[in-house]
């Protein structure tokens, strides 16, 4: 039987994929709790010039780390792995409550990233091994579920609670509960994950030569698709950032809300249209969803009342919510069956390269006298180049695949 075969043959909902989705929100917790990070380090007196850099120095360092691990992480060392970045990310967490310079927040931040990048990968390597090849969309849907929903919680939640606590710093250490929690289901996790595992194809579970990562990387078609998520990263990571000082720019409403609601339609649409992402024209829908996320991001700075914001946060959701799956799974069918992992991961690269390079630079935009109102016209830029990305691919209809 090949490994497409022993893949198709098996359910998508078993008690492993679930509890790694699981930990895999309680990861995501721990970076939506720094929506407000930018603001946060004002309140604490870093100059307006390190600021951008300091936010982004967290995913700058873990996009570097990924690259140097992605070739050595694979199934057998994953949970290890895993483990320990759990362990480290409770350090992490609470350590922001004694953190006010420059130069500790530095190390802070780079200590951050790295720990962040090995559990991600770590558990990115893993999860994908749970997903039927037949039901790519419906996994990929509900991994993107587990990233967002601390999206659509903490914001709003970590607002409510500012005002009875000291600082953003009290919140960023608090997250590091559910990584407790986390590590106590990763133990209950232990023996049916080596249970599973042994049943697994040897193809699988070895780590990739780097010929075999070679030659994956020459494969237009993954090339093309992971530059489009890269795109799309650039212009959720102006969102993320950047929405709560635009927000009080344009007074038209509560950074906090605009998070649940966009987050609850993003959650909703995976959650409802999972399904129907495996059996309806991939990138046909795609298109359409990226051609709706362009007005949408120019709008939101002209949001001039509460009802036309909020409407928006929905609609940024509702298009989100789709984009990203389709991407994941279209890449999935794309990659050969034993790099499936590293590719996947290759998505964590380009969030993790975007969530750098937009503080950075947006930052710098804002210290130059620029409105936050221009990196949202910007970030409209980022979702066209996207969607000329995917104009280029063709489906392959005697291979059901894609090809250029």
């Given amino acids: 039987m090949t490994v497409d075969n022993l893949s198709n043959s098996r359910k998508l909902w078993s008690f492993e994929f679930v509890a790694l989705c699981l930990i895999?929100?309680?990861?995501?917790?721990?970076?939506?709790?720094?929506?407000?990070?930018?603001?946060?380090?004002?309140?604490?007196?870093?100059?307006?010039?390190?600021?951008?850099?300091?936010?982004?120095?967290?995913?700058?360092s873990a996009f570097i780390l990924r690259l140097i691990v992605l070739p050595w992480l694979h199934v057998r060392n994953a949970f290890s792995v895993i483990m320990v970045s759990l362990i480290l990310l409770i350090v992490a967490s609470c350590t922001y409550q004694l953190?006010?310079?420059?130069?500790?927040?530095?190390?802070?931040?780079?200590?951050?990233?790295?720990?962040?990048?090995?559990?991600?990968?770590?558990?990115?390597?893993?999860?994908v091994n749970f997903i039927p090849g037949d039901k790519s969309?419906?996994?990929?849907?509900?991994?993107?579920?587990?990233?967002?929903?601390?999206?659509?919680?903490?914001?709003?939640?970590?607002?409510?609670?500012?005002?009875?606590?000291?600082?953003?710093?009290?919140i960023y250490a608090a997250v590091s509960v559910f990584s407790v929690v986390a590590i106590f289901l990763l133990t209950?996790?232990?023996?049916?994950?080596?249970?599973?595992?042994r049943g697994m194809d040897g193809v699988l579970l070895r780590r990739p030569t780097f010929s075999e990562i070679g030659e994956n990387l020459r494969l237009r078609s993954v090339i093309i698709l992971l530059g489009a998520i890269f795109l799309i990263y650039l212009a959720h990571a102006t969102l993320f950032y950047f929405m709560k000082d635009l927000s009080l720019q344009i007074h038209a409403g509560d950074v906090g809300l605009f998070f649940t609601i966009s987050?609850?339609?993003?959650?909703?649409?995976?959650?409802?249209?999972?399904?129907?992402?495996?059996?309806?024209?991939?990138?046909?829908?795609?298109?359409?969803?990226?051609?709706?996320?362009?007005p949408c991001l120019i709008l939101l700075p002209l949001a001039a009342?509460?009802?036309?914001?909020?409407?928006?946060?929905?609609?940024?959701?509702?298009?989100?919510?789709?984009?990203?799956?389709?991407?994941?799974?279209?890449?999935?069918?794309?990659?050969p069956p034993s790099l499936r992992g590293i590719n996947t991961n290759m998505t964590l690269f380009t969030m993790d390269v975007a969530y750098f390079v937009v503080p950075y630079i947006g930052g710098m935009i804002i210290a130059f006298g620029a409105g936050f109102d221009v990196l949202f016209y910007v970030a409209s830029g980022f979702v066209i180049l996207s969607a000329v990305f995917i104009i280029i691919l063709k489906i392959d209809p005697q291979q059901g695949g894609l090809a250029l």
């Fill in 188 to 197: 209950a996790l232990w023996g049916r994950l080596g249970k599973a595992l």
């Fill in 99 to 127: 953190v006010t310079s420059v130069p500790a927040m530095i190390v802070l931040r780079i200590f951050h990233g790295a720990v962040f990048v090995l559990l991600t990968s770590a558990l990115i390597a893993l999860v």
């Fill in 24 to 60: 895999i929100a309680v990861a995501f917790g721990n970076v939506s709790v720094f929506y407000s990070f930018y603001h946060y380090l004002g309140t604490i007196g870093i100059p307006i010039e390190w600021r951008g850099f300091l936010v982004g120095l967290e995913p700058m």
């Fill in 263 to 294: 987050m609850a339609a993003m959650i909703s649409v995976r959650a409802l249209g999972a399904a129907l992402f495996d059996r309806t024209n991939k990138l046909t829908t795609l298109k359409k969803a990226l051609m709706l996320l362009i």
């Fill in 305 to 335: 009342f509460p009802a036309a914001f909020y409407l928006l946060a929905a609609l940024y959701g509702l298009c989100m919510g789709v984009i990203l799956p389709l991407l994941n799974a279209m890449l999935f069918s794309a990659s």
């Fill in 137 to 170: 969309g419906q996994g990929f849907s509900a991994i993107s579920i587990a990233t967002m929903i601390p999206y659509a919680v903490i914001p709003p939640l970590s607002e409510a609670l500012l005002p009875y606590v000291r600082n953003e710093a009290d």
